[in-house]
């Protein structure tokens, strides 16, 4: 049972063009959402994240946008770079609740290549 | 340190040897995650400890593998009688408290022969 669902593995995008990477999930518990990057040989690192009572949160030029109704959430990287080629994982958490201890629950990842 | 360290890097095992995973978490991060990660999917949950207490190990996928955090500092994730089924990368992660953004080291490739 995937309860966080990135359906596309890899996606491809032109240097200064956007990329939307998007990520579906059917656990109505969950409240916290993040982004990690990886690349090759290294751990995860954090991107960005949104909290439920949020639909959007922007950093630089990372955007992700919460659809609660759709159970559905998408980063945005504008303008894209080829230091973005990596690997990018949705994850989603459940903080409420004084049971909860913040394990995330991870998709597949999407492979992004930035072409120059 | 300034992050997550792990050790080993790579470790190379033969079928039913033990091994044992060590977590270096950032100074002060109460919270400890353990995750695995096969080729291909993202990180999976294995263990979580606050402090020295391992509060959820349900993501363990046998008891031939077992984790602690004797001190609250260093965790230690065993796995005993290893299967081929066990190659993984095995990530471990720390934040502040349960509810911060987790960072993670850069993980152990394990490979079972």
Redesign the interface.
């Known amino acids: 049972d995937q309860q966080?669902k990135?359906n596309s593995p890899s996606l491809s995008v032109q240097e200064g063009r956007i990329s939307i990477l998007n990520c579906d999930y059917t656990n109505s518990m969950f409240d916290?959402f993040?982004w990690?990057k990886k690349y090759p040989?290294?751990?995860?690192?954090?991107l960005i994240?949104i909290s439920s009572i949020k639909d959007k949160n922007e950093d630089g030029r990372f955007t992700v946008f919460l659809n609660k109704s759709a159970k559905h959430l998408s980063l945005h990287i504008v303008p894209s770079q080829p230091g973005d080629s990596a690997v990018y994982?949705c994850?989603a958490?459940s903080?409420t609740g004084s049971s909860?201890?913040?394990?995330?629950?991870?998709?597949?990842?999407t492979t992004l290549q930035v072409k120059p | 340190g300034a992050g997550?360290s792990?050790s080993p890097r790579y470790k190379v095992a033969k079928r039913g040897q033990d091994v044992a995973l060590r977590c270096d978490p950032i100074s002060g991060h109460v919270?400890l995650?353990w995750?695995q990660q096969a080729l291909?999917?993202?990180?999976?949950?294995l263990t979580?400890f606050?402090n020295e207490a391992q509060?959820?190990k349900s993501?363990l996928p046998s008891d031939r593998f077992f984790a602690e955090r004797p001190e609250g500092s260093v965790s230690t994730l065993k796995i005993q009688r290893t299967q081929q089924e066990d190659s993984a990368v095995y990530?471990c992660?720390s934040?502040l408290?349960?509810?911060?953004?987790?960072?993670?080291?850069?993980?152990t490739r394990l490979t079972v022969v």
């Open positions: 966080v990135q916290y993040l990690y040989a290294e751990g995860p690192t954090f994240s994982f994850a958490s903080m909860n201890t913040g394990k995330l629950i991870f998709g597949q990842g | 997550v792990q919270s995650f995750y291909g999917q993202g990180p999976e949950f979580y606050q509060l959820d993501g990530l992660a934040s408290e349960s509810r911060t953004e987790a960072f993670f080291g850069q993980g």
